[in-house]
């Protein structure tokens, strides 16, 4: 860990923290982050020459593996040509119409750099649309990292949202309003207080940024059935779930159509990309169509969209793709959840097709207060040792495994033998 470590210590001098995103710091689990040289398939390696089984996958946009050799070639290609002009192109036309056509409640879209962009311009959006200024999230819930989105996971349903990070205006979250994951009754008593006032309920439809928890049966449905009566919008952030539960996403996968959709990680194959999209009457609003603005010099990159593009066509054209990457899943976790039981372990096993998490808790997890009451010390000891036997985790007990269509029974092994001895 030599070199990993040397290279920590230089970076912490000129970068904050060392890192430039909070979840690569291994503080949580008390050591100094891998410095990673490259990756291919299953396999990540370190800046020491390790070799790690990856279990982050890039946090989900590595669905085909690592350094998929078909969206590499489309990249390098597209570089040929210039790396961006400020202008529209072909392939603009053709990501747009590919995801229209791929996502059934997408009639129209815009490209963006991220998902955080992606969820702050949806959010605008929707407001734009109603004429309404606040909007419902839930508690553990990530929408990214804009001023209206970090509010706190306050104890009272009712309250409005105290930002959750200095730098903040309490003014910039006033109109934020917590609801809890899996309880409808929560979100409908804000509805009875707000209703008229409510331009969109956000969600995450299986929410993957505090741990794994899936949606209970009838919960996305409620919030379908809350929007439509009290004309608010429903945007479902699948800058996780798209295109990694099916094709079409949780919408498909549950079956549950929302007005506006977020995209991120899987939809720029690890290029920076974001999208939003949805009812081609919200999304007429957005500038230069509409009056709500929205821009971005490199937004559509032709280097990002190739790599995009690329990479959904794949999907598109592989329809055994979910069946295989889901049932794969289900039985890595189910074992998963096996060996906890053999021994007697009473640990949590939540999983939703290729996404899963262990929680270090007796209690069922189903929203941001049960995730909360997983013993994060337990969590780092197991993280240590799997790392120290060659399995790259997420090195927080709040994230995601994700599952690639490069994870073969030979890499779920060497996790499962790991688990077994620890
Ligand atoms: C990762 C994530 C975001 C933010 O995307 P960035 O590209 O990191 O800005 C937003 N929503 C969800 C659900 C995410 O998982």
């Known amino acids: 860990m030599t070199r990993s470590e040397s290279l920590f210590k230089e970076a912490v001098n000129y970068i904050p923290g060392g890192v430039n995103s909070p979840v690569r710091a291994f503080g949580s689990v008390g050591m100094s982050p891998r410095f990673i040289e490259k990756a291919d398939g299953a396999y ?27 969206i590499r070639e489309s990249v390098i290609k597209a570089c040929e040509n210039g790396l961006s002009f400020g202008a529209a192109t072909e392939k603009e036309v053709e990501m747009a119409k590919l995801i229209c056509s791929i996502v059934p409640s997408v009639e129209m879209v815009r490209m963006v750099n991220s998902g955080t962009e992606a969820v702050m311009s949806a959010v605008r959006a929707a407001r734009g649309y109603t004429g309404r200024n606040k909007i419902i999230k839930f508690m553990g819930c990530y929408h990214g990292h804009s001023d209206a989105m970090l509010v706190k996971a306050g104890s009272g349903v009712m309250t409005s949202g105290l930002p959750d990070s200095a730098g903040v205006p309490a003014g910039c979250t006033a109109d934020t309003l917590s609801a809890v994951y899996n309880d409808l009754e929560s979100v409908q008593e804000l509805f009875n207080q707000f209703g008229e006032e409510i331009a969109a309920v956000i969600v995450e439809p299986v929410g993957a940024n505090m741990g794994v928890v899936p949606p209970a049966p009838g919960f996305l449905e409620g919030l379908r059935r809350l929007c439509t009566e009290n004309k608010s919008v429903l945007i479902f952030d699948e800058v996780i779930t798209g295109f990694r539960l099916g094709i079409d996403g949780a919408q498909g996968y549950y079956q549950v159509q929302a007005d506006l959709t977020t995209f991120g990680k899987i939809i720029g194959a690890g290029m920076p990309v974001g999208a939003y999209g949805g009812k081609k009457e919200i999304m007429e609003m957005v500038a230069p169509a509409g009056p709500v603005y929205q821009a971005g010099t490199l937004s559509g990159n032709p280097v990002a969209m190739a790599a995009g593009y690329t990479q959904l066509t794949i999907l598109k054209e592989n329809p055994g793709f979910y069946t295989e990457l889901n049932a794969k899943g289900d039985a890595f976790y189910g074992e998963i959840a096996k060996i906890l039981k053999e021994k007697g372990l009473p640990y949590q096993m939540n999983h939703a097709g290729s996404l899963g998490c262990i929680f270090f808790t007796e209690e069922p997890v189903v929203n941001y207060a049960s995730a909360k009451t997983s013993d994060t010390a337990k969590y780092a000891e197991y993280f240590r040792y799997m790392l120290d036997g060659g399995v790259n985790l997420a090195p927080s007990q709040f994230e995601a495994m994700f599952l690639s269509a490069a994870h073969g029974q030979r890499e779920m092994e060497v996790y499962l033998e790991l688990l077994r001895k620890a």
């Open 44 to 70: 990540i390696y370190d800046a020491d020459g390790n070799r790690y089984v990856d279990f982050i996958c890039s946090w989900g946009p590595m669905i085909l593996g690592h350094n998929d050799e078909r």
